[in-house]
């Protein structure tokens, strides 16, 4: 009893095969000038199929040119392709289809192809990769065979061997060439000269010259250029907390004293985890959700950092939107925070209401106050004149910011209306997001070459005009850098230069991880990784001299010593440096240009946020890279609904907590996993075999004793000392309430969760190991789809035994390709499980949009 079966299908090229050899047997044959080819499946010569599964016994497949083919999928799906079809073998070949579909392709093409007297009492067992149909069977005596050949990577099941001429051909192959002109003995050729191009190359051309013309992976792509990789790096570390947090915390923790512990901290935890991440990512070109195939139990790491960038960069557009609204204001004559003149957000505490005087010739109140003919001259006593009237002088950049810009609330749960100017302002922050991430690592591949080199030469513009100002820039500079050494005993300064590396240097937000994934696998990451590290360093160094060249000059002219001038965070960026302009020549212009700084080192840092969001989601469910324009827009205006509470009146308070929480705890908590992980459960020898593999050379020693001890020792010191010594979040004069705290904490579990959680599930669906110790041995391994991405970079993984080299092959596998169809049909390995198991099952296959299901039954199949 035979079964018949109808396929249709488009077909996928790129294939590629090495020729097998097979011993001397002349009972298969071809012949390629009639119309009929025989295969002679009681032949030892071929395959033996996987164990498991039936064979053929005594049967006999007809391939022939002259009838019709009709094959039966179940009583659901049934695909008949009538009329008579022919083929010419030779030079003019045709094809008709009737029905509805008819193709002209210069040549009239015509096919039939009939599948006969296949024995009941056999079941094959059949594979395919993409583009090809594969039949192996044996003997009932296949016992009898010599030895036993082994399916390779590449080769996942044939359909004939010419024992004769040491070739091999895949049934779909036999098809195609025919229609082509072509013979088998031509294919196996072809076939073996596209191998030897697609070869990787050897180990010694490490060391040659990348060539950036095309993309190394196809699928994924690659940056056009060496700088693209190390800009794009440059512009994600180099960011906001340059500038507004790092030279607070130089000032705060001892001056020059405190550049020990973050020099320290650069050195044996930054520097490390960053190069550690680079590898990681540059290895298996992974984004942050998909590097995990090492230990697929820690994945809830990489969904944690994808959670905490979705977290910071909502916060993150918005400080964004902020200086995009100071950057428009600037384009006056004079800016708009210089004077008290201004009702709509001036108040009588406005500092020029009450100036600062010497009182020498006027009469010294004894609330601090100085009258001169009845007429108030100023404050001659700033503090008492606060502790005698309650009063506190307020200057017009700090009325500007807080009663204008932001319209401040009372607290966190007094949120207001939005704001329209900030909303329009984080609208177009998101749109400039938007259209840089549209084209992927190729639009912001260049537009880094702008958005991470210009700062520096506004930063350089301002340092020269800064320290040319004269009177009060030594003082700001020496208050910037003279050292408190009696600073270093207390674990503070310690714990703010390890968060300082995490905020500014971002390693575990996902970002190094994804950037590197789209290296070339040969690319040289120690370089980049020192480039970036200490690039980044030096920029708050040089970022804490202008900003404090500034303080100082603007404390002289308020009469008033530089502490007293000094802010944290935002309040640096948004009222002392305005403050600092309005004293200088054409205030509007340095305005302009500091305003527009930030707004650059803001986006640099955007993109790669939002970009390790889009990756992950791309990784995970690579079926929707076509639809990659359409997620990019859904995050965007996602995001922008989200960040939406952050640009009402209580809005200010959002972001601080949001900076605090989510931009801190949970940073640390990955960063001590991650490292444990590879490590230990990885193991660092693994690693460095990996990285040698990449590089070339063996990595230094060094390496393994940050990774394996110094770090993780490091890290977790900060995060226990960070929650014995933890006290409520502030934000001015304003403290959280426990409920504040609480939101706080929410979204420190929003992304630490995923770790647990993601571990539990996967032990869960563990379903080899017995007991509970062998589940998490077995979710500890390594997984086949580890490594690197590209076959030709896996065929140099020497050092793992039995290590996969084409873990995606069996996802291609079809049962056949019918040329005059746009879509392929359901994998014959399928219809082999469900005869092994007799029963029915769906089966489904996707090509591009289109998908189908068919119900295959233990009667129709084969």
Same mark, same amino acid.
């Given at each position: 009893?035979?079964?018949?079966?109808?396929?249709?299908?488009?077909?996928?090229?790129?294939?590629?095969?090495?020729?097998?050899?097979?011993?001397?047997?002349?009972?298969?044959?071809?012949?390629?000038?009639?119309?009929?080819?025989?295969?002679?499946?009681?032949?030892?010569?071929?395959?033996?199929?996987?164990?498991?599964?039936?064979?053929?016994?005594?049967?006999?497949?007809?391939?022939?040119?002259?009838?019709?083919?009709?094959?039966? *999928?179940?009583?659901?799906?049934?695909?008949?392709?009538?009329?008579?079809?022919?083929?010419?073998?030779?030079?003019?070949?045709?094809?008709?289809?009737?029905?509805?579909?008819?193709?002209?392709?210069?040549?009239?093409?015509?096919?039939?192809?009939?599948?006969?007297?296949?024995?009941?009492?056999?079941?094959?067992?059949?594979?395919?990769?993409?583009?090809?149909?594969?039949?192996?069977?044996?003997?009932?005596?296949?016992?009898?065979?010599?030895?036993?050949?082994?399916?390779?990577?590449?080769?996942?099941?044939?359909?004939?061997? !010419?024992?004769?001429?040491?070739?091999?051909?895949?049934?779909?192959?036999? %098809?195609?060439?025919? /229609?082509?002109?072509?013979?088998?003995?031509?294919?196996?050729?072809?076939?073996?000269?596209?191998?030897?191009?697609?070869?990787?190359?050897?180990?010694?051309?490490?060391?040659?010259?990348?060539?950036?013309?095309?993309?190394? !992976?196809?699928?994924?792509?690659?940056?056009?250029?060496?700088?693209?990789?190390?800009?794009?790096? /440059?512009?994600?570390?180099?960011? @906001?907390?340059?500038?507004?947090?790092?030279?607070? *915390?130089?000032?705060?923790?001892?001056?020059?004293?405190?550049?020990?512990?973050?020099?320290?901290?650069?050195?044996?935890?930054?520097? #490390?985890?960053?190069?550690?991440?680079?590898?990681?990512?540059?290895?298996?070109?992974?984004?942050?959700?998909?590097?995990?195939?090492?230990? #697929?139990?820690?994945?809830?790491?990489?969904?944690?950092?994808?959670?905490?960038?979705?977290?910071?960069?909502?916060?993150?557009?918005?400080?964004?939107?902020?200086?995009?609204?100071?950057?428009?204001?600037?384009?006056?004559?004079? %800016?708009?925070?210089?004077?008290?003149? $201004?009702?709509?957000?001036?108040?009588?505490?406005?500092?020029?209401?009450? #100036?600062?005087?010497?009182?020498?010739?006027?009469? &010294?109140?004894?609330?601090?106050?100085?009258?001169?003919?009845?007429?108030?001259?100023?404050?001659?006593?700033?503090?008492?004149?606060?502790?005698?009237?309650?009063?506190?002088?307020?200057?017009?950049?700090?009325?500007?910011?807080?009663?204008? %810009?932001?319209?401040?609330?009372?607290?966190?749960?007094?949120?207001?209306?939005?704001?329209?100017? *900030?909303?329009?302002? @984080?609208?177009?922050?998101?749109?400039?997001?938007?259209?840089?991430?549209?084209?992927?690592? &190729?639009?912001?591949?260049?537009?880094?070459?702008?958005?991470?080199?210009?700062?520096?030469?506004?930063?350089?513009?301002?340092?020269?005009?800064?320290?040319?100002?004269?009177?009060?820039?030594?003082?700001?500079?020496?208050?910037?850098?003279?050292?408190?050494?009696?600073?270093?005993?207390?674990?503070?300064?310690?714990?703010?230069?390890?968060?300082?590396?995490?905020?500014?240097?971002?390693?575990?937000?996902?970002?190094?991880?994804?950037?590197?994934?789209?290296?070339?696998?040969?690319? !040289?990451?120690?370089?980049?990784?020192?480039?970036?590290?200490?690039?980044?360093?030096?920029?708050?160094?040089?970022?804490?001299?202008?900003?404090?060249?500034? *303080?100082?000059?603007?404390?002289?002219?308020? $009469?008033?010593?530089?502490?007293?001038?000094?802010?944290?965070? #935002?309040?640096?960026?948004?009222?002392?440096?305005?403050?600092?302009?309005?004293?200088?020549?054409?205030?509007?212009?340095?305005?302009?240009?500091?305003?527009?700084?930030?707004?650059?080192?803001?986006?640099?840092?955007?993109?790669?946020?939002?970009?390790?969001?889009?990756?992950?989601?791309?990784?995970?469910?690579?079926?929707?890279?076509?639809?990659?324009?359409?997620?990019?827009?859904?995050?965007?205006?996602? /995001?922008?609904?989200?960040?939406?509470?952050?640009?009402?009146?209580?809005?200010?308070?959002?972001? !601080?907590?949001?900076?605090?929480?989510?931009?801190?705890?949970?940073?640390?908590?990955?960063?001590?996993?991650?490292?444990?992980?590879?490590?230990?459960?990885?193991?660092?020898?693994?690693?460095?075999?990996?990285?040698?593999?990449?590089?070339?050379?063996?990595?230094?020693?060094?390496?393994?004793?940050?990774?394996?001890?110094?770090?993780?020792?490091?890290?977790?010191?900060?995060? %226990?000392?960070?929650?014995?010594?933890?006290?409520?979040?502030?934000?001015?004069?304003?403290?959280?309430?426990?409920?504040?705290?609480?939101?706080?904490?929410?979204?420190?579990?929003?992304?630490?969760?995923?770790?647990?959680?993601?571990?539990?599930?996967?032990?869960?669906?563990?379903?080899?190991?017995?007991?509970?110790?062998?589940?998490?041995?077995?979710?500890?391994?390594?997984?086949?789809?580890?490594?690197?991405?590209?076959?030709?970079?896996? &065929? @140099?993984?020497?050092?793992?035994?039995?290590?996969?080299?084409?873990?995606?092959?069996?996802?291609? &596998?079809?049962?056949?390709?019918?040329?005059?169809?746009?879509?392929?049909?359901?994998?014959?390995?399928?219809?082999?499980?469900?005869?092994?198991?007799?029963?029915?099952?769906?089966?489904?296959?996707?090509?591009?949009?289109?998908?189908?299901?068919?119900?295959?039954?233990?009667?129709?199949?084969?």
């Amino acid at each position: 009893m035979s079964g018949q079966f109808d396929f249709r299908g488009g077909n996928r090229n790129g294939l590629t095969r090495s020729p097998l050899g097979s011993s001397q047997n002349g009972k298969s044959s071809l012949d390629l000038d009639g119309s009929r080819a025989t295969l002679d499946r009681s032949d030892t010569s071929l395959l033996k199929p996987p164990k498991g599964y039936n064979t053929f016994s005594d049967s006999e497949l007809t391939l022939d040119r002259s009838h019709d083919v009709s094959m039966d *999928l179940s009583h659901d799906v049934s695909r008949d392709l009538s009329h008579d079809v022919s083929r010419d073998l030779s030079h003019d070949v045709s094809r008709d289809l009737s029905h509805d579909m008819s193709r002209d392709l210069s040549h009239d093409f015509s096919r039939d192809l009939s599948y006969e007297h296949l024995d009941r009492s056999a079941e094959s067992h059949v594979a395919g990769t993409e583009s090809e149909a594969t039949l192996v069977a044996d003997a009932d005596d296949a016992d009898d065979v010599e030895g036993e050949l082994v399916y390779s990577a590449s080769e996942q099941s044939l359909a004939f061997t !010419n024992s004769s001429l040491a070739y091999t051909v895949s049934e779909v192959e036999l %098809v195609t060439g025919w /229609l082509e002109g072509k013979t088998p003995l031509g294919l196996a050729s072809s076939r073996s000269t596209q191998g030897e191009v697609d070869e990787a190359p050897p180990p010694s051309s490490v060391s040659q010259k990348l060539a950036f013309a095309e993309d190394e !992976n196809k699928e994924r792509g690659n940056w056009s250029g060496k700088m693209d990789f190390v800009l794009s790096m /440059l512009g994600y570390a180099v960011g @906001l907390g340059n500038i507004w947090r790092f030279p607070y *915390l130089c000032y705060r923790n001892g001056g020059g004293a405190f550049l020990l512990p973050y020099l320290l901290m650069l050195v044996l935890v930054g520097i #490390p985890l960053f190069y550690l991440e680079v590898s990681l990512g540059q290895f298996c070109s992974k984004g942050a959700a998909k590097c995990w195939d090492f230990a #697929p139990m820690f994945k809830g790491v990489g969904v944690a950092m994808i959670v905490c960038s979705t977290l910071i960069s909502i916060y993150y557009n918005v400080i964004i939107a902020w200086a995009q609204f100071y950057f428009f204001a600037s384009f006056t004559n004079q %800016v708009p925070w210089s004077d008290c003149d $201004n009702p709509d957000w001036n108040t009588k505490d406005c500092s020029l209401n009450w #100036p600062v005087v010497d009182c020498e010739d006027g009469v &010294k109140m004894l609330n601090g106050t100085c009258y001169h003919d009845k007429q108030l001259q100023g404050i001659w006593n700033t503090s008492m004149f606060e502790k005698v009237t309650g009063r506190k002088r307020v200057s017009p950049s700090e009325e500007y910011w807080t009663y204008n %810009v932001l319209s401040l609330s009372s607290g966190l749960f007094a949120q207001g209306s939005p704001r329209w100017h *900030l909303t329009l302002s @984080l609208f177009l922050a998101w749109i400039v997001t938007f259209l840089c991430l549209i084209r992927g690592i &190729k639009t912001t591949g260049k537009v880094v070459y702008f958005t991470a080199l210009f700062p520096y030469v506004v930063l350089i513009i301002l340092f020269f005009r800064g320290v040319t100002l004269g009177e009060g820039v030594r003082e700001g500079i020496s208050f910037y850098i003279k050292p408190r050494f009696e600073k270093l005993g207390s674990a503070k300064v310690w714990r703010d230069a390890a968060n300082q590396i995490f905020y500014s240097l971002g390693p575990c937000w996902g970002g190094i991880i994804t950037l590197s994934s789209y290296n070339r696998f040969h690319n !040289n990451a120690l370089r980049d990784t020192l480039i970036v590290g200490f690039g980044n360093s030096l920029t708050s160094l040089f970022g804490g001299f202008v900003i404090f060249s500034y *303080l100082g000059y603007m404390a002289s002219k308020l $009469n008033v010593d530089v502490d007293g001038v000094v802010k944290d965070g #935002p309040g640096l960026a948004f009222i002392v440096y305005p403050e600092a302009v309005t004293h200088l020549p054409a205030p509007p212009f340095w305005a302009i240009a500091f305003f527009f700084m930030l707004i650059l080192l803001g986006l640099d840092s955007q993109f790669t946020t939002v970009e390790t969001v889009l990756t992950g989601i791309m990784d995970e469910w690579p079926q929707h890279r076509k639809r990659k324009t359409l997620i990019i827009l859904a995050i965007c205006v996602c /995001l922008f609904l989200v960040g939406l509470p952050l640009v009402t009146e209580g809005g200010a308070y959002l972001v !601080n907590l949001m900076d605090t929480y989510a931009g801190s705890w949970s940073l640390m908590l990955i960063g001590l996993t991650e490292t444990l992980a590879i490590a230990y459960v990885y193991g660092c020898d693994r690693f460095f075999q990996d990285m040698a593999l990449m590089y070339g050379t063996q990595p230094h020693i060094w390496w393994k004793i940050c990774w394996m001890a110094l770090s993780p020792l490091l890290i977790a010191f900060i995060l %226990v000392f960070a929650i014995v010594d933890y006290s409520p979040a502030t934000y001015g004069s304003y403290t959280y309430t426990a409920a504040g705290e609480a939101l706080g904490w929410l979204m420190v579990l929003a992304s630490a969760l995923w770790i647990p959680m993601c571990a539990l599930y996967k032990l869960a669906k563990e379903e080899e190991g017995k007991t509970f110790l062998q589940r998490v041995r077995l979710q500890t391994l390594p997984n086949k789809y580890w490594g690197p991405a590209l076959v030709k970079h896996r &065929k @140099l993984v020497d050092y793992v035994q039995d290590f996969v080299l084409d873990p995606e092959g069996d996802k291609k &596998k079809v049962a056949y390709v019918n040329q005059a169809f746009a879509y392929s049909t359901i994998t014959l390995s399928d219809r082999v499980s469900m005869c092994t198991r007799e029963k029915s099952m769906t089966s489904m296959s996707f090509d591009g949009d289109m998908m189908f299901t068919s119900k295959v039954s233990l009667e129709t199949a084969v």
